[in-house]
């Protein structure tokens, strides 16, 4: 249901919510990541007022908006908590002053990579249109990964024929894959499959968490994004 957060399994320390923009429902994550300072990837309209549960008043909120898709909620989070950062790529922000966007309260993402503990990392994409950003959450020997919009998990598509039609032409179908308009924009197509391979080579258990939209834990994970990353042509 939009506008409850849950924890992720049975995790401390990750959490998901689902909001409504039109056409789709996508999600947000909260990552802990100490006692006094929490992550929103993806924060969305909607969501600034309910904060996952034990959630301190007084915890630092940090902001990301981690691709050109996903700043809608950036302002109203940013009204509801004055002392709120945000983050974004230089390549989003860009975009967002042609678009006339107040930018001058978004911090460079090398500030907030600086404040991330060990078992966080911020991975820069390479060049891509969407300016994607992904982090992974090491939870002993399980890695989640939050994913913006390169990555999908649509488990079933809630649309007549017509609409899931057109969301086939935006490489929006059911099931795990990399989004058509993400490879479109990718500069160097080999590059960034050698790039995100070795992502996935250990031994690892692997949950993605993207943006749209299902939590995708089968066993198979690390298999089949090496399968998928490889098909790429």
């Given at each position: 249901?939009?506008?409850?957060?849950?924890?992720?399994?049975?995790?401390?320390?990750?959490?998901?919510?689902?909001?409504?923009?039109?056409?789709?429902?996508?999600?947000?994550?909260?990552?802990?990541?100490?006692?006094?300072?929490?992550?929103?990837?993806?924060?969305?309209?909607?969501?600034?007022?309910?904060l996952p549960a034990d959630t301190p008043a007084d915890?630092?909120?940090?902001?990301?908006?981690?691709c050109t898709g996903h700043n809608l909620g950036l302002?109203?989070?940013?009204?509801?908590?004055?002392?709120?950062?945000?983050?974004?790529?230089?390549?989003?922000?860009?975009?967002?002053?042609?678009?006339?966007?107040?930018?001058?309260?978004?911090?460079?993402?090398?500030?907030?990579?600086?404040?991330?503990?060990?078992?966080?990392?911020?991975?820069?994409?390479?060049?891509?249109?969407?300016?994607?950003?992904?982090?992974?959450?090491?939870?002993?020997?399980?890695?989640?990964?939050?994913?913006?919009?390169?990555?999908?998990?649509?488990?079933?598509?809630?649309?007549?024929f017509i609409m899931k039609f057109l969301l086939g032409?935006?490489?929006?179908?059911?099931?795990?894959?990399?989004?058509?308009?993400?490879?479109?924009?990718?500069?160097?197509?080999?590059?960034?499959?050698?790039?995100?391979?070795?992502?996935?080579?250990?031994?690892?258990?692997?949950?993605?968490?993207?943006?749209?939209?299902?939590?995708?834990?089968?066993?198979?994970?690390?298999?089949?994004?090496?399968?998928?990353?490889?098909?790429?042509?």
């Open positions: 249901m939009p506008g409850q957060w849950e924890a992720v399994e049975d995790t401390t320390t990750l959490f998901r919510a689902a909001y409504e923009v039109p056409g789709t429902t996508p999600y947000s994550t909260a990552v802990r990541l100490s006692d006094d300072k929490l992550m929103i990837y993806s924060p969305g309209p909607g969501l600034e007022l309910a915890i630092e909120l940090l902001l990301l908006a981690p302002e109203p989070w940013l009204e509801a908590h004055a002392t709120a950062r945000a983050f974004a790529p230089e390549g989003v922000q860009e975009r967002l002053r042609k678009k006339k966007r107040d930018t001058s309260r978004l911090r460079p993402i090398e500030e907030l990579e600086s404040e991330l503990p060990e078992q966080v990392r911020l991975y820069r994409l390479p060049e891509n249109k969407f300016h994607e950003i992904w982090i992974s959450v090491d939870e002993g020997s399980t890695t989640y990964w939050l994913f913006g919009d390169a990555v999908l998990n649509f488990e079933t598509l809630e649309a007549n032409v935006y490489g929006v179908r059911e099931g795990l894959n990399v989004h058509k308009l993400f490879l479109r924009g990718l500069k160097d197509k080999p590059g960034f499959k050698q790039w995100a391979l070795p992502l996935f080579d250990n031994d690892n258990r692997h949950v993605l968490l993207p943006c749209h939209r299902e939590i995708y834990t089968d066993p198979d994970c690390r298999q089949r994004m090496v399968s998928i990353l490889n098909a790429i042509k």
